[in-house]
């Protein structure tokens, strides 16, 4: 299983980015979590928002109604579209995805917001 996160990048406060997550060697079934997790320099990696076929997407306090996670059976890709995005946004972002006791870990993308 491999996963590849995309669509990191420098924005101002108050702007967006879409990042993306394609899965290789793996479908995203009904069995199958995905999340998004990220990192901020000297802090633990936090969960920000997850998401599966056949329950409601969950997301951190701090991101809800700014961000919406999403996926596509069709592609195996998983998105995280964030709006009015705030300095403290700033972290790398990685894509996970959990089957049963497996766990899969994309690369992270950097997110970077200046106020």
């Known amino acids: 299983v491999q996963l590849q996160a995309s669509g990191g990048g420098s924005v101002q406060a108050g702007g967006s980015l879409r990042l993306s997550c394609a899965a290789s060697?793996?479908?995203?079934?009904?069995?199958?979590?995905a999340a998004w997790y990220r990192q901020g320099l000297g802090k633990q990696r936090d969960l920000v928002a997850s998401w599966s076929s056949v329950a409601r997407p969950w997301y951190l306090d701090s991101v809800k109604g700014r961000f919406t996670i999403s996926g596509d059976n069709t592609k195996n890709t998983m998105y995280l579209q964030m709006n009015g995005l705030k300095p403290e946004d700033t972290a790398i972002y990685y894509c996970n995805i959990r089957r049963f006791t497996s766990n899969f870990w994309g690369q992270g993308t950097l997110v970077t917001v200046s106020s």
């Open positions: 060697g793996i479908s995203f079934g009904p069995d199958v979590v």
